[in-house]
């Protein structure tokens, strides 16, 4: 009769390395993170841009 092993109860078990899918998913959150950034930084400039340009227009005497 062939021994049964005894699951490891009480050992730590070690982390499996990154697979190819972990590797995959966190390089595309990533780059969605950069993209987010991107566009935040973008519409932060041109909504300065635009209250600028209602603050100037605003300003200005109508004529």
């Known amino acids: 009769m062939a021994k049964l092993k005894k699951p490891p109860v009480f050992k730590p078990q070690v982390p499996a390395s990154e ?6 998913t966190r390089i595309a959150r990533q780059m969605i993170e950069d993209q987010v950034k991107q566009e935040k930084a973008k519409t932060d400039r041109l909504r ?9 227009t605003a300003a200005k005497p109508a004529s």
Not at 48 to 56: F, I, K, M, W, Y
């Open 19 to 24: 697979t190819s899918m972990d590797k995959t």
């Open 48 to 56: 300065t841009a635009r209250l600028e340009r209602d603050a100037s």
